[in-house]
């Protein structure tokens, strides 16, 4: 659901724009806006719902963490669709020469790596959603604007402006004043031990995302051929993918699919 933030925790992971060389230029031009609209209505339908659905979850009852973990990414085959699509597209335009697969395995690899960092991401973000309200893990996961920022100027030196400075502090002072005043908002019953857990597991979600995405924008400057929207979305499978096998393994060691005795 994150990100694909997916958060996505995201899925969730969202697109990075891209240069498309799969269409004549005038149908491209017009296809962009769309593409990107489209992309942005799932991005905030994820970001949005997301959330609210995982803490009702936990609030009637749910408590398998690693599940929730699962669900973010878990929906990754449903980007087969859209590269079926676009395969039929290049075969149409370059005749059976059109390649089916074009990432190399630099790519793979790299998205596999970022894949299973998505994935520890996932159950971090999953663990602190159970713990904390909708409205206090929203905010921390804000700062990853903080993360993102930081780790952009290290990884891809994507230099601060006045707005990401402005961004940053603000984001940075809100989640300081709800770890001062974490009584305010703890769901009852809930330990200290358990909120404060929840608190930095989410804190540490928002750190993490914020060292994914600059790295995914890092693969695609090594990339060593054209980084075209279908390729984008063969990133987005792998990663996805490897998300998904993270929490399943994660599942499984938790022994979340033996019936309860």
């Known amino acids: 659901m994150r990100e694909i933030e997916g958060d996505g925790e995201g899925e969730s992971e969202s697109l990075i724009a891209v240069e498309s060389t ?58 087969f669709l859209a590269l079926a699509v676009a395969y039929l597209r290049r075969r149409s335009a370059e005749g059976p020469s059109a390649r089916l697969v074009l990432m190399d395995p630099f790519l793979f690899a ?3 790596v970022v894949g299973v960092l998505t994935g520890l991401d996932d159950y971090l973000y999953a663990y602190g959603v159970a713990r904390l309200p909708a409205s206090t893990s929203a905010l921390l996961i804000a700062t990853q604007l903080a993360f993102t920022a930081g780790f952009a100027f290290l990884l891809v030196r ?27 908002d703890r769901p009852a019953g809930e330990s200290d031990q358990e909120y404060y857990a929840g608190f930095f597991m989410t804190l540490g979600a928002a750190a993490l995302y914020g060292f994914v995405l600059p790295l995914v924008e890092l693969t695609y400057k090594k990339a060593k051929q054209a980084v075209t929207y ?32």
């Open 110 to 112: 790299a998205s596999a």
């Open 158 to 184: 994507q230099q601060f402006t006045s707005y990401s400075i402005n961004s940053v502090y603000l984001l940075t002072v809100a989640a300081g004043v709800l770890a001062l005043n974490a009584s305010s």
């Open 230 to 261: 279908s390729l984008v979305l063969e990133i987005q499978l792998v990663m996805c993918f490897f998300a998904t096998a993270f929490c399943t393994v994660g599942m499984l060691v938790n022994k979340d699919f033996q019936s309860p005795a």
């Open 22 to 79: 799969e269409a004549p230029r005038g149908e491209s031009e017009t296809q962009k806006p769309l593409l990107l609209a489209l992309n942005c209505a799932m991005l905030s339908l994820g970001t949005c719902g997301g959330p609210l659905l995982m803490r009702l979850y936990y609030l009637y009852g749910g408590s398998g963490v690693w599940l929730s973990s699962w669900l973010e990414t878990g929906g990754w085959p449903a980007i």
